[in-house]
Each structure stands twice: as C-alpha cells, then as structure tokens.
C-alpha cells in the first residue's frame, strides 16, 4: 500500500491529513519493533546529514531527535544558541543558509518564536522538521502522545482526553488538539481561565475550568508544565494555589477512571502538575512517551527525507 | 514484447519443484523460508506447504521481511512499512530467502542487510519464482522457478492467489 506522504517538511499537525498521521503512527510502529531488536539501527538515511539547530533550550527533544538520526544511520550535528554564531548576532536565516551551504539535509528548529520553522522552510531546500516554535506547535509531541494513547487504548476514535494546565502557553496542547480530534479522539481542556482563553471553544472542543467536574469521564489525562520561562505577566496567584486546584493528587485520582492514563511531555514538576506516587505508578506512561518519542521522530526523519538513502542533494 | 508467460499450473508447478530441491539438499528441513514483502511472503507459505507435503511430519518456520528501510533507490510513493515477522531464532539456521522475481539484485542485497541486522544465520541462500536477469549485483539464485529472459525496460507482473486472486506470470509491454 502506498499513500502521498510528499511533504518535504513537518511544520504543525494542523496542516496533515488523517492520511499522513496515520502513515506516520503506522511508520513509527515498525521503528518501535526495531529499537526492541538487538541491533537497532538501519540504514534509511545513510549519507544523510541531519542538524539540529536548538535556539532554545532542550534536553529531551533534542537528544531524542539526535538518537533517532543515529538509528537511521544519519550523520547528525547539534547547535544551540550559545555555541553558534547567533550569539555574535547573525540572523536565523544567515545560520541556516550556511547549515544548509554545508549539505545539511535535513534541519530540525526549536525556536522561540511561531512560525520560526514555516520561516525557513520556505526559504530553504533543505527539509525543516518544527521541534516547538514558541508557543505555536510541537508536532512531534503531539505525535507521540497520540500514539503512546493508541499503543495503549488500541484507539482514539471516541477515547476520551483531558489536557490540564497551561493551555495558552502550550505548543505541546495545541499539537495534541489537532492530531486528537483529526482521529476522532474527544478532547476537553482544563486550566484555569488566565491560561485557557475561551476561544479554544471554536476548535470544536470543550474548555472547563474545574478539574474535579472532568475528572471521571477521562480514558486519558495529559498534565502540561506549568512553563515559568513564559509567564510574560503573573497569571497565578501561586504554583502553591495552582497544585490545589488543578494538580493530579492522590484524592483526584481516586476517582479517576481505574485504566485512565496518565501523561506528561516533561519536565515534571514533581507535587505541582501531579503527585510523584502517581507518576511513578501503573497508570503513568510518562516514560513510554520518551520511547514512543525515539520511534516517532524516527518516523518523522524517515519520511521528509523521502524514505531514501543516497546521500543529500 | 506481451503476453502470459507462466499459467497458473507452471505456477504451482514450479513452487513445487522447488520444494522438492530444498528437501533434496536439506533432508532434515534444517532450514527456515523467509519471504520478502509482498509476495515473497505467500511463495515463503507454499513452499513450506509443500515442504510438508514431500516430508510428512516437518513444518518448516516461516517468517516475513520488510526491506523498506533498506532500499538504496529512490522511492517516489513511500510504502507503509509493515514491519518483519520472523519469530524464530535465525542464529546459526540455514535460511531461504523468497521472493518472486530477480532482477538487479538490490532487492536481495536490501534482504540481506535486513536479514543480518535481526540475526546471524549460517547460510543465506535464494529461491525465485522467476529470475529475469539483468543482474547489477554479485548474486545468484540457489532455486530458480523459470528463466525469463526479458528486455530491461519490460516489466515482469507476478500474480499470486493470496495476493492477486490468480496465478500467473506475465510479461508487460516494455515502459516507453
């Protein structure tokens, strides 16, 4: 079976189809059999440069992107701000011209601001791959959260998703909103409303503003970070009041659903977003999502590179 | 050039020979088939029927490959990978690699390379239900079903019950 995977880059979710999510769900399936062999590696991208080109901080993201360039054989380069010349003041655009002067394939941003990756890939012939633009996307977040949810649940069609907590900062709520309700999953949103703008209600999904109302329906319960690094202006009296309201304790979960899961893109705030017990629990697939992230961005790698290996051109 | 090359009958009589190559040169069915996605994989399942069939009492292991990862060509619609299936253990075996037809032999150097990377077996060796020529690369079948000389530009259509709802071997009008 063939579908139209023909995107040269990965931007948003927002733009793919129920086709493509699902090419790469299916395609990240096979990586996840692979990593569990004894040689995990193949030669997809033999020949292939990938760079990583990090202007905001990330450990996670960034070593799982490096990870899965190395599994598919790729030679893959990491930069941040602090150790390239965007520090001396050279333009993002300048940086990846010269990445690019130096047969860089392939080019995966995480950036400050929306829009950073569409920037350069309309600019450029290299593949870009969004790895978080502001608060915009995180496209391969939101993939392997959907398929963490499908390796569990076996689907989604129905599958009911809470999304707690700092929703207007969060790249990582949006990813997920699109990919969830593109395959049919019922998606509500819970913070509260200095972080959850009612506008979310014209993406055709349910804002709440009281997690206890919520909590007994959900099959799923994603708890975002609480992101200190955006909080442009104080939009909580306190993380203290925030943990009380919309954490995930012990007395919550009690009334959870018994086979809900319980998910978090990391770094985990420890007693704010949810109980250490809790996410060191049964229900928690916190650490699944790391591995389900190596597949995923596998996955992503192999098919904006167009499933070939003969070096870049 | 046009026209069917193999009916159904040469089909099944060729997977049949085949069959009874593999228990001449291993009577103790010391061996595992492993068929390359997509119709390798339902050969791979006859020639193990067969097998039985000729040496009542063994089943040999069947398991399937998917080379997609693999492939050194250019790939203008990307397949769905389907991920390999070989449950058994191919340390020290001695494996058939299936497919249906042999070409340049990229498809068979990809196999290999696959192969390798899920385990080391003792022997790799190849059945074909139709070896065209044409050969880019060292490597020769072990069991061949039918020659067919063609031209390189022809294409070479395999049709499996399994797969295709008939059996049949065809040759297409040469690509303009």
Not at chain 1, 29 to 47: A, N
Not at chain 1, 137 to 161: N, S, W, Y
Request: hydrophobic share 40%; net charge neutral.
């Amino acid at each position: 079976m063939s579908t139209g995977w023909h995107r040269k880059d990965l931007l948003s979710l927002r733009e793919l189809s129920v086709g493509e999510l699902n090419q790469v769900l299916a395609t990240a399936k096979v990586f996840k059999e692979i990593l569990g062999r004894p040689i995990k590696k193949v030669p997809s991208l033999q020949g292939r440069t990938v760079v990583n080109l990090f202007v905001e901080p990330s450990t996670r993201t960034r070593i799982s992107f490096e990870l899965a360039a190395i599994r598919l054989s790729a030679d893959v380069v990491s930069l941040d701000k602090d150790s390239s010349s965007l520090r001396k003041g050279e333009t993002l655009f300048d940086t990846a011209k010269n990445l690019e002067a130096l047969q860089a394939g392939i080019i995966v941003i995480r950036h400050r601001s929306a829009g950073a990756a569409h920037f350069l890939s309309t600019r450029l012939k290299a593949s870009v791959i969004n790895a978080g633009d502001g608060a915009h996307e995180h496209p391969t977040q939101g993939l392997l959260d959907t398929f963490t949810i499908v390796e569990r649940l076996g689907k989604l069609e129905g599958v009911r998703v809470l999304i707690v907590g700092d929703i207007i900062h969060s790249r990582v709520a949006r990813s997920n909103l699109w990919a969830l309700t593109k395959l049919g999953a019922k998606v509500t949103l819970v913070g509260p409303p200095t972080l959850l703008p009612r506008e979310f209600e014209d993406l055709g999904v349910k804002v709440s503003y009281n997690l206890d109302e919520e909590l007994e329906q959900a099959d799923v319960i994603n708890l975002l970070r609480i992101q200190h690094e955006r909080m442009v202006q104080a939009r909580l009296p306190s993380v203290g009041e925030y943990a009380g309201l919309f954490g995930l304790n012990l007395d919550r979960f009690q009334r959870c659903k018994s086979g809900v899961l319980l998910m978090h893109p990391g770094p985990v705030h420890r007693g704010v977003e949810i109980a250490s017990e809790l996410a060191d629990g049964p229900q928690s697939v916190i650490l699944d999502q790391v591995t389900n992230g190596l597949a995923v961005r596998m996955a992503v790698l192999y098919l904006v590179s167009g499933g070939r290996g003969l070096g870049d051109s | 050039m046009g026209g069917q090359f193999m009916d159904g009958e040469a089909v099944r009589r060729a997977i049949r020979r085949i069959a009874h190559e593999i228990s001449e040169r291993h009577p103790k069915g010391e061996v595992a088939l492993i068929g390359i996605q997509t119709r390798g994989v339902p050969l791979a399942q006859r020639l193990a029927k067969e097998f039985a069939l000729i040496e009542p009492g063994q089943t040999l292991p069947v398991g399937s490959l998917d080379i997609s990862f693999y492939r050194d060509d250019l790939a203008k619609n990307i397949p769905v990978p389907k991920g390999s299936e070989v449950l058994f253990d191919v340390k020290d075996k001695t494996v058939i690699l299936v497919d249906d037809v042999l070409y340049t032999g990229r498809t068979i150097r990809a196999a290999m390379d696959a192969l390798c990377d899920i385990g080391r077996p003792k022997v790799i060796q190849l059945a074909v239900l139709v070896d065209r020529g044409h050969r880019e690369l060292p490597i020769r079948p072990d069991y061949v079903g039918k020659n067919l000389p063609t031209a390189p530009g022809a294409k070479v259509k395999v049709k499996l019950t399994e797969q295709d709802g008939e059996d049949g071997v065809a040759i297409e009008k040469e690509a303009a």
